[in-house]
């Protein structure tokens, strides 16, 4: 029996047949075929805990939004407290916890102007778009392949047309694609002078972290100047110190015109994200600002929780486990795939970013299954089933790295033998 | 201005504690410099304790006269030697030793390998600042340990300029970052916390008692070292002279303030005056009854001990108690009653040096036992004597578990002036409360790991000369035993990576058919 005072489960079971019925049957089906039955009960940590007791390491941290851990406990404590005083606030009104995180989103970022506040990545990756169009005056919108901004109106439309079709929300004439990498691609995407904004992924997580090719960001920030189109780097799973870095395009020595952060900011307790612009990218903000409104965008306890967030990630003790648990998995997936070489061919990886290459199309799939089986928990690339993702946190202590690695070699041989059942049947 | 402005002292909202928090960060940053310190080679251990050492050493001077300017004790000619033998001295003194290294035994068949305690959280006093810094640095990092300092709060500045100036320094040599860190902000509570935290593997305690329990207490394997209170016999066998010059020199020595300066004088009647005339002319002001007991009343308030005269100089003390001894290096009160209700033969900490006369060794040994029964226990002791049946009654019968003959009990004791180890951190074994017997050496931070052979002859020991635990050839790995998964596919040979990447391309567009139907 599974109690939670406000509503009981006799078993998991139980909760997988409520799901089909009342919540997503497709989605709940979906993970009991390819064999991962996990239903997050408990949560501490690094750690996830599913309704059977099992516990598992969590790496795939949902795209950073456990980027300090699950319920880390001086996020708690601070909404805690903030709860004592604070609500969602009035979203008409200037206020004090929002005018307090925009100032430090902004101290992050010199060359920035505002804050723009939402609930979740896609909300502030429309903001984005529509500032972007505002301040040229232009419609179009050029993203990559493969690239990945989330799920409302104009976010999705810049995404895959898995996504899109679907919903008919495609609109191939004011949305472009181009290929990641492919810097001529690109110029030829932005030459007609008709784009109002570049929006990229500082490394595309969703495709499964492929790495910009040396100069290439910086070339493509060039050619946004050079055809009068904004930049925005999409910061949803890079930013946040996990490239070792507060954001990813401060290790590329890119500056955006705007860039976007979620996930993570709230710190995995609180909803909230952020549009940073400069100055010309807000210029609406001068003009009416309430041409974007959003109830519980920038809501007051979230606002609190992510200036503790920020604070913490600037601390230079923080800092060092990125660097420290950057190395460790730089040195221990060297040695894995030298191990592994035969299933396990290319690391991917920048700071706590990592994708890791898989000899099968399917290959991710098998080794997330296999992971699942020894107490990790990583996720496949959506757009790239070849790669899985992996995200250590950037508070992971060395034992649970080591641990981490340990478990890793353990699950090879049921990875491999995972993928010669697929290779065979193929 | 019109806005209802609140004026409080708290802040509107319950916040975290955000010192704690940091040290926590700081403790997870030590284990990582711990994993990695512990499969570090000898030679980097060198090239990083040395520069660490030589980087105390060189700004020796500067530290002592921070150190006394901050917490108000000792000499700052003094404590520039004691952080001059607390960095190069110490590392020179265990230049040969190897604690890297693994050990053959052929005799025995065993091997036995390091095993650092990994993260040690070494506690500071306020009386021995940064020689103390140095010491426990320099010995957690000779064995390959993570140290986190914990200053005492009067001490803390100086403790930090001088550890981060050290991280810098074994930053610079090779070591993992975070090596070396220091708590900035030390308060009694966050002490506690971090001692009981499972992240610290051993706890070097220095300090008062309540210190060393707390450290004891707090569930963390820890070394504490008790307090001192340093009995030292004068019998008629000694060079009067040369232990009248070595006790004031010894009780003079940056003020008392090591824990193992003379606290009483025990001298035989028959020498005791001229002893006490040699002492003179050695500097020592010898107390009328009437200064006796202003010192007395100064020392000792109804509140316990005056922690206010610590490693102040004689004339200071003097003249705050109400006399002036111009010129004095310590100022003896002589006692008739060494029991501890007379207090003035507990621990004093400054260069006020209790006398009295005993009949011979055996009433020396009892008033010895006396004193150190409120204080001092498994602590120090010392003896002026040529007499061997003297000197080993005296050992054998105090609860000293190092006694320093003929010699300053200050550097004699803590082994700068004989062949003990040298140490800021004097342990004071069972009797003391602490679970180390010995001066603090860098063998107390490392433990080994033992490969152990079948007694039995026909049994062979192998031949482990040479290799190195943590550079060992590759294992064979069982990956090289699976067929390539491509190769499974088909293909193979010359030409195989045209054949495997069609094959993937095939099975790509096959599965994404599959997919998408
Ligand atoms: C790079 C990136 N941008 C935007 C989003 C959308 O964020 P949200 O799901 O909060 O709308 C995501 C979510 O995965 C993302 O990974």
């Given at each position: 029996?599974?109690?939670?005072?406000?509503?009981?489960?006799?078993?998991?079971?139980?909760?997988?047949?409520?799901?089909?019925?009342?919540?997503?049957?497709?989605?709940?089906?979906?993970?009991?075929?390819?064999?991962?039955?996990?239903?997050?009960?408990r949560r501490e940590g690094y750690c996830l805990y599913d309704m059977s007791g099992r516990r598992l390491i969590d790496l795939h941290l949902n795209g950073g939004t456990y980027n300090f851990g699950h319920r880390h406990p001086e996020l708690v404590d601070?909404?805690?407290?903030?709860?004592?005083?604070?609500?969602?606030?009035?979203?008409?009104?200037?206020?004090?916890?929002?005018?307090?995180?925009?100032?430090?989103?902004?101290?992050?970022?010199?060359?920035?102007?505002?804050?723009?506040?939402?609930?979740?990545?896609?909300?502030?990756?429309?903001?984005?778009?529509?500032?972007?169009?505002?301040?040229?005056?232009?419609?179009?919108?050029?993203?990559?392949?493969?690239?990945?901004?989330?799920?409302?109106?104009?976010?999705?439309?810049?995404?895959?047309?898995?996504?899109?079709?679907?919903?008919?929300?495609?609109?191939?004439?004011?949305?472009?694609?181009?290929?990641?990498?492919?810097?001529?691609?690109?110029?030829?995407?932005?030459?007609?002078?008709?784009?109002?904004?570049?929006?990229?992924?500082?490394?595309?997580?969703?495709?499964?972290?492929?790495?910009?090719?040396?100069?290439?960001?910086?070339?493509?920030?060039?050619?946004?100047e050079k055809y009068g189109t904004m930049y925005i780097a999409d910061e949803v799973q890079t930013g946040l110190m996990r490239t070792g870095e507060m954001w990813g395009w401060q290790t590329y020595g890119v500056e955006p015109d705007i860039f976007v952060?979620?996930?993570?900011?709230?710190?995995?307790?609180?909803?909230?994200?952020?549009?940073?612009?400069?100055?010309?990218?807000?210029?609406?903000?001068?003009?009416?600002?309430?041409?974007?409104?959003?109830?519980?965008?920038?809501?007051?306890?979230?606002?609190?929780?992510?200036?503790?967030?920020?604070?913490?990630?600037?601390?230079?003790?923080?800092?060092?486990?990125?660097?420290?648990?950057?190395?460790?998995?730089?040195?221990?997936?060297?040695?894995?795939?030298?191990?592994?070489?035969?299933?396990?061919?290319?690391?991917?990886?920048?700071?706590?970013?990592?994708?890791?290459?898989?000899?099968?199309?399917?290959?991710?799939?098998?080794?997330?299954?296999?992971?699942?089986?020894?107490?990790?928990?990583?996720?496949?690339?959506?757009?790239?089933?070849?790669?899985?993702?992996?995200?250590?946190?950037?508070?992971?202590?060395?034992?649970?790295?080591?641990?981490?690695?340990?478990?890793?070699?353990?699950?090879?041989?049921?990875?491999?033998?995972?993928?010669?059942?697929?290779?065979?049947?193929? | 201005?019109?806005?209802?402005?609140?004026?409080?002292?708290?802040?509107?909202?319950?916040?975290?504690?955000?010192?704690?928090?940091?040290?926590?960060?700081?403790?997870?940053?030590?284990?990582?410099?711990?994993?990695?310190?512990?499969?570090?080679?000898?030679?980097?251990?060198?090239?990083?304790?040395?520069?660490?050492?030589?980087?105390?050493?060189?700004?020796?001077?500067?530290?002592?006269?921070?150190?006394?300017?901050?917490?108000?004790?000792?000499?700052?000619?003094?404590?520039?030697?004691?952080?001059?033998?607390?960095?190069?001295?110490?590392?020179?003194?265990?230049?040969?030793?190897?604690?890297?290294?693994?050990?053959?035994?052929?005799?025995?068949?065993?091997?036995?390998?390091?095993?650092?305690?990994?993260?040690?959280?070494?506690?500071?006093?306020?009386?021995?600042?940064?020689?103390?810094?140095?010491?426990?640095?320099?010995?957690?990092?000779?064995?390959?340990?993570?140290?986190?300092?914990?200053?005492?709060?009067?001490?803390?500045?100086?403790?930090?300029?001088?550890?981060?100036?050290?991280?810098?320094?074994?930053?610079?040599?090779?070591?993992?970052?975070?090596?070396?860190?220091?708590?900035?902000?030390?308060?009694?509570?966050?002490?506690?916390?971090?001692?009981?935290?499972?992240?610290?593997?051993?706890?070097?305690?220095?300090?008062?008692?309540?210190?060393?329990?707390?450290?004891?207490?707090?569930?963390?394997?820890?070394?504490?070292?008790?307090?001192?209170?340093?009995?030292?016999?004068?019998?008629?066998?000694?060079?009067?002279?040369?232990?009248?010059?070595?006790?004031?020199?010894?009780?003079?020595?940056?003020?008392?303030?090591?824990?193992?300066?003379?606290?009483?004088?025990?001298?035989?009647?028959?020498?005791?005056?001229?002893?006490?005339?040699?002492?003179?002319?050695?500097?020592?002001?010898?107390?009328?009854?009437?200064?006796?007991?202003?010192?007395?009343?100064?020392?000792?308030?109804?509140?316990?001990?005056?922690?206010?005269?610590?490693?102040?100089?004689?004339?200071?003390?003097?003249?705050?108690?109400?006399?002036?001894?111009?010129?004095?290096?310590?100022?003896?009160?002589?006692?008739?009653?060494?029991?501890?209700?007379?207090?003035?033969?507990?621990?004093?900490?400054?260069?006020?040096?209790?006398?009295?006369?005993?009949?011979?060794?055996?009433?020396?040994?009892?008033?010895?036992?006396?004193?150190?029964?409120?204080?001092?226990?498994?602590?120090?002791?010392?003896?002026?004597?040529?007499?061997?049946?003297?000197?080993?009654?005296?050992?054998?019968?105090?609860?000293?578990?190092?006694?320093?003959?003929?010699?300053?009990?200050?550097?004699?004791?803590?082994?700068?002036?004989?062949?003990?180890?040298?140490?800021?951190?004097?342990?004071?074994?069972?009797?003391?409360?602490?679970?180390?017997?010995?001066?603090?050496?860098?063998?107390?931070?490392?433990?080994?790991?033992?490969?152990?052979?079948?007694?039995?002859?026909?049994?062979?020991?192998?031949?482990?000369?040479?290799?190195?635990?943590?550079?060992?050839?590759?294992?064979?790995?069982?990956?090289?035993?699976?067929?390539?998964?491509?190769?499974?596919?088909?293909?193979?040979?010359?030409?195989?990576?045209?054949?495997?990447?069609?094959?993937?391309?095939?099975?790509?567009?096959?599965?994404?058919?599959?997919?998408?139907?």
């Amino acid at each position: 029996m599974f109690d939670y005072g406000l509503f009981r489960f006799a078993d998991k079971q139980e909760l997988f047949d409520k799901s089909i019925r009342f919540w997503n049957p497709d989605k709940t089906k979906f993970w009991q075929g390819v064999g991962v039955d996990l239903v997050i009960d408990r949560r501490e940590g690094y750690c996830l805990y599913d309704m059977s007791g099992r516990r598992l390491i969590d790496l795939h941290l949902n795209g950073g939004t456990y980027n300090f851990g699950h319920r880390h406990p001086e996020l708690v404590d601070t909404l805690k407290g903030a709860l004592d005083y604070f609500d969602m606030g009035n979203h008409w009104f200037p206020s004090v916890a929002r005018a307090a995180l925009s100032e430090e989103l902004i101290g992050t970022a010199p060359g920035m102007k505002y804050a723009i506040f939402g609930a979740g990545g896609a909300e502030a990756v429309e903001i984005a778009l529509k500032s972007a169009r505002y301040a040229t005056q232009r419609r179009k919108i050029v993203s990559i392949i493969k690239g990945y901004h989330g799920h409302s109106g104009l976010s999705v439309a810049t995404g895959d047309e898995r996504f899109t079709k679907l919903f008919l929300a495609d609109r191939p004439d004011e949305f472009v694609q181009v290929p990641f990498n492919d810097i001529d691609a690109m110029e030829r995407a932005l030459a007609g002078g008709d784009v109002a904004a570049l929006i990229m992924e500082t490394i595309p997580a969703t495709y499964g972290f492929p790495m910009p090719q040396e100069g290439y960001l910086n070339a493509c920030k060039a050619l946004c100047e050079k055809y009068g189109t904004m930049y925005i780097a999409d910061e949803v799973q890079t930013g946040l110190m996990r490239t070792g870095e507060m954001w990813g395009w401060q290790t590329y020595g890119v500056e955006p015109d705007i860039f976007v952060t979620a996930k993570g900011l709230g710190g995995g307790i609180y909803p909230i994200s952020a549009a940073v612009v400069n100055e010309k990218c807000g210029g609406w903000l001068e003009v009416d600002g309430a041409a974007h409104i959003s109830t519980s965008g920038g809501a007051e306890l979230g606002c609190i929780v992510a200036h503790k967030a920020l604070e913490m990630l600037r601390r230079p003790e923080l800092v060092a486990n990125v660097h420290a648990v950057t190395r460790f998995f730089a040195d221990g997936m060297a040695d894995m795939m030298q191990r592994h070489g035969d299933i396990f061919v290319g690391v991917r990886q920048k700071g706590v970013v990592l994708g890791l290459e898989f000899d099968h199309p399917e290959g991710a799939v098998s080794v997330s299954r296999a992971l699942y089986e020894h107490g990790v928990w990583a996720i496949f690339s959506s757009l790239d089933k070849r790669v899985l993702q992996f995200k250590p946190g950037v508070l992971l202590s060395a034992d649970m790295c080591q641990e981490i690695l340990d478990r890793f070699d353990a699950a090879m041989p049921r990875a491999r033998a995972l993928l010669h059942e697929l290779s065979k049947a193929a | 201005m019109a806005d209802a402005a609140k004026v409080t002292d708290q802040p509107l909202l319950d916040v975290p504690d955000v010192v704690w928090q940091r040290a926590s960060m700081k403790l997870d940053g030590a284990r990582w410099a711990a994993g990695k310190l512990a499969v570090t080679g000898r030679a980097e251990i060198t090239g990083i304790v040395d520069a660490v050492a030589d980087a105390g050493h060189a700004r020796a001077r500067h530290y002592a006269e921070a150190a006394v300017s901050e917490t108000g004790y000792g000499v700052v000619e003094h404590k520039v030697i004691k952080n001059e033998a607390c960095s190069r001295g110490v590392v020179d003194l265990y230049r040969d030793e190897d604690f890297v290294a693994p050990r053959i035994d052929d005799a025995r068949k065993i091997v036995e390998l390091p095993r650092p305690a990994g993260v040690v959280l070494a506690l500071i006093p306020v009386t021995n600042p940064v020689a103390t810094v140095f010491f426990k640095t320099l010995l957690a990092l000779m064995t390959r340990n993570a140290v986190i300092l914990c200053p005492h709060p009067a001490a803390r500045k100086v403790c930090a300029e001088a550890a981060h100036a050290l991280a810098d320094a074994a930053h610079k040599a090779g070591a993992p970052e975070n090596a070396i860190q220091v708590i900035e902000e030390p308060t009694i509570p966050l002490i506690e916390k971090l001692m009981a935290d499972s992240r610290v593997d051993l706890i070097v305690a220095t300090g008062g008692p309540s210190v060393v329990r707390a450290a004891y207490r707090s569930g963390t394997p820890a070394l504490g070292v008790g307090p001192g209170n340093a009995p030292v016999l004068v019998d008629d066998t000694c060079d009067l002279k040369a232990a009248a010059r070595r006790i004031v020199a010894s009780k003079s020595f940056d003020n008392s303030i090591l824990c193992t300066n003379e606290s009483t004088v025990l001298a035989f009647a028959g020498i005791a005056d001229r002893l006490l005339d040699e002492m003179k002319v050695a500097k020592a002001h010898i107390c009328t009854p009437e200064q006796t007991q202003k010192l007395r009343d100064l020392l000792f308030t109804d509140d316990g001990f005056n922690t206010a005269v610590i490693g102040k100089d004689a004339d200071w003390i003097a003249r705050e108690a109400g006399f002036s001894a111009p010129g004095a290096k310590i100022l003896v009160t002589p006692v008739d009653l060494v029991q501890p209700e007379e207090r003035l033969v507990r621990e004093k900490l400054c260069p006020v040096l209790a006398f009295a006369r005993v009949t011979g060794i055996d009433q020396g040994i009892s008033a010895a036992r006396s004193m150190m029964r409120h204080t001092g226990k498994g602590h120090s002791a010392a003896i002026h004597s040529s007499d061997e049946r003297n000197i080993m009654a005296f050992s054998a019968a105090v609860p000293a578990l190092r006694v320093a003959v003929n010699a300053g009990c200050s550097l004699g004791a803590s082994g700068f002036e004989t062949h003990l180890g040298p140490s800021m951190t004097i342990g004071t074994g069972f009797a003391g409360g602490s679970s180390i017997g010995d001066n603090l050496t860098p063998h107390h931070f490392v433990q080994f790991a033992r490969i152990a052979y079948n007694k039995e002859a026909d049994v062979a020991f192998g031949a482990f000369e040479g290799l190195d635990p943590h550079d060992l050839p590759r294992l064979a790995s069982i990956a090289t035993a699976q067929p390539q998964l491509s190769l499974l596919a088909g293909g193979g040979g010359a030409d195989s990576d045209a054949v495997r990447r069609e094959l993937r391309k095939i099975i790509l567009e096959e599965l994404n058919a599959v997919l998408a139907a």
